[in-house]
């Protein structure tokens, strides 16, 4: 029994670390930059849902703002700060690590304004579904509804990225700037716009991740951290450049944490994570489901 | 074509001269003051291990802050546990952090960019938990690594009224003079002449006959011995190592410091050491000319960290106080 509990609760937190994992493969793709920012974008969001649920009393109302205000945020970021980073500190030794360092700023950035905002306090962001485990009989699974809809919107999110990517022609332009920017500008494609729809794409799957998964825990400036590095091992699991990775990666990740916390301690989790993600860029440096030779950026 | 350069000798009397006016200066401060010295110390040594990588081999580590945990934890681990004099326990804690560097460095030097990035940060990430899982390093409480007062021939020389403080600024302050003078010249040497070419055209120096993974190794290696000595150095000025004192953000703060100091600019990680020491004091003193809310006091150094951090990258990426042959060597380069 305990068994299927723990694959239960993997597979919830699992589909988390798919949505973050999912949003840096979405910008890494287009821009060869892992966006360290993305918790502080997917932790604003939240605020905003937040805000929103104290104003309006109602979660269902929180939930799509909160998400085109994440796309919102995306897009602004790339269109006031990234485009304009990649013409400058194109030389000299912080050449290399400008992308790190531009976005640990602005990490530091979102992170200080929402405390000058809200305060670093603990939050509760509440949702009408219950947090109680199903019972079956006697047995009361530690799965809960908020489980069960953190797993569903994962699954959608996926499934309308999926949609887009495979059978519009915006995932098609998607899918070529990131593959050839510069044939795919020839071919007509006006791939700085479309760069900065991907910067919206993974807003918008942060806030997701966000705002489902904070009303299981609490709300902080700094609650989503531990995410970014889950999710981020995740994308590298599956290939940092490939939606489906992404996904595989982090379910697989979560089951694997659910049961080290399951059957070790919760102390090395974190550090089994390192361990997981040195072993994995050392013996199959392309991931499991990426195209090309990961590692060297 | 360069400009003339010192001789190791020479850069070595400077660096005392130097090094004996701050200690002189020592005695016209008060202690909050020498405190703050000594911590400008200690993000010195911190700040050029991370130029050493970054600026020189042209690896990135966001997780420098565990790094330093190690060394402190090592160094507090001998010199509370097993009572050594605590010279040798930073000399403990040098070695171990050098070996968990090298280990790391091996893996490192297969990985670059954002990997390497996303690998170091998962480590200062997962480090810190350990202290929780044994028993022999405290968990929350933490290590005893309180030193003491200066030994007495210091005392006997300064008057019995050289404080704590002043003596971890002597310290702290000598020790890093040796560091960049040292550092100097291990980057005039060859293995400082591999890591340029290393960084500049791995393809290139490979060519030249320079084993390029054995010279990013080698680079992460020293990187590490810096930066675990800095962690040592900073558990003296705690007085006690505790999981707490060595957050994520630590790791980001070193960072920062080298951007700020210019990260190929070996000279302006002082500047960047200040910089670190100064923003608190500075924002506390912005913060209450706002009213001193809570919020504010509480922010306003992470703001403040931040808009520098992208002010530096955006505007001035060849650091706060610019080399000046910075625009000319590049040309060269070119």
């Known amino acids: ?297 | 074509m360069r400009k003339r350069r010192f001789t190791s000798l020479q850069r070595g009397g400077l660096l005392l001269i130097l090094g004996i006016l701050l200690l002189v200066t020592s005695n016209f401060v008060d202690e909050l003051r020498s405190y703050q010295g000594a911590q400008v110390a200690v993000y010195l040594v911190a700040i050029s291990s991370i130029i050493l990588l970054t600026g020189y081999s042209g690896q990135i580590s966001l997780g420098h802050g565990a790094i330093m945990a190690i060394g402190s934890y090592a160094a507090a681990l001998a010199f509370s546990l097993w009572n050594i004099s605590f010279e040798f326990a930073i000399l403990f804690g040098m070695v171990v952090g050098t070996i968990a560097g090298f280990i790391l460095g091996v893996a490192a030097a297969r990985l670059s960019g954002p990997y390497l990035a996303g690998t170091t940060l998962a480590l200062a990430v997962g480090l810190p938990t350990i202290a929780d899982q044994f028993k022999v390093l405290g968990g929350e409480q933490g290590l005893n690594f309180d030193i003491g007062d200066a030994p007495g021939w210091i005392k006997r020389f300064e008057g019995s009224d050289f404080t704590q403080y002043r003596w971890f600024f002597w310290l702290m302050t000598l020790v890093a003079l040796g560091v960049v003078w040292a550092i100097t010249n291990l980057l005039q040497s060859s293995f400082g002449r591999n890591w340029r070419a290393v960084s500049n055209n791995p393809v290139a120096a490979s060519l030249a006959g320079i084993n390029v993974a054995r010279a990013k190794v080698l680079a992460f290696t020293v990187s590490s011995a810096l930066a675990s000595l800095a962690g040592a150095l900073f558990g003296i000025l705690l007085g006690i190592v505790t999981p707490s004192a060595f957050p994520l953000t630590l790791s980001f703060t070193i960072l920062t410091g080298a951007v700020l100091a210019g990260v190929g600019n070996l000279a302006g990680s002082i500047v960047g050491a200040v910089v670190l020491v100064a923003i608190p004091e500075f924002s506390g003193a912005l913060s209450t000319h706002l009213g001193n809310s809570q919020k504010v006091t509480a922010n306003l150094p992470g703001l403040v960290t931040s808009l520098l951090l992208i002010f530096v990258v955006l505007f001035r990426p060849e650091g706060l106080w610019p080399k000046k042959v910075w625009k000319r060597s590049r040309q060269l380069n070119n």
Request: charged residues 10%.
């Open chain 1, 1 to 297: 029994m305990i068994f299927i509990d723990t694959l239960l609760l993997g597979i919830s937190s699992g589909a988390i670390y798919s949505l973050m994992a999912l949003a840096l493969v979405l910008v890494w793709r287009s821009t060869r930059i892992v966006n360290f920012a993305q918790a502080s974008q997917a932790v604003l969001s939240t605020y905003i849902g937040y805000e929103i649920t104290m104003r309006s009393h109602n979660y269902w109302v929180s939930l799509p703002l909160a998400i085109l205000f994440g796309a919102i945020l995306g897009s602004l970021i790339d269109f006031l700060f990234m485009r304009y980073l990649a013409k400058r500190a194109k030389s000299g030794p912080i050449a290399e690590i400008a992308p790190v360092i531009a976005t640990l700023g602005l990490l530091g950035l979102l992170q200080s304004i929402i405390g000058l905002i809200w305060g670093n306090s603990f939050l509760q962001y509440p949702t009408p579904l219950s947090g109680k485990g199903f019972t079956f009989g006697s047995h009361t699974i530690p799965f809960s509804p908020q489980n069960l809809f953190i797993v569903l919107a994962t699954a959608i999110v996926l499934l309308v990225f999926g949609g887009i990517f495979r059978f519009t022609d915006l995932g098609l332009a998607l899918r070529a700037a990131s593959f050839q920017p510069e044939i795919a500008q020839l071919a007509g494609i006006r791939v700085a716009r479309i760069r900065n729809i991907g910067w919206a794409f993974a807003g918008a799957a942060g806030a997701v991740a966000g705002a489902v998964i904070t009303p299981t825990s609490v709300l902080s400036p700094n609650s989503l951290d531990l995410l970014l590095v889950s999710g981020f091992i995740a994308a590298v699991m599956g290939g940092l450049d490939s939606l489906v990775g992404a996904v595989i990666g982090g379910l697989v990740l979560g089951v694997g944490f659910s049961f080290i916390l399951q059957y070790v301690g919760s102390s090395v989790t974190f550090l089994a994570g390192f361990f997981i993600l040195v072993i994995v860029l050392l013996i199959r440096p392309r991931g499991f489901f990426g195209h090309q030779v990961g590692r060297h950026a």
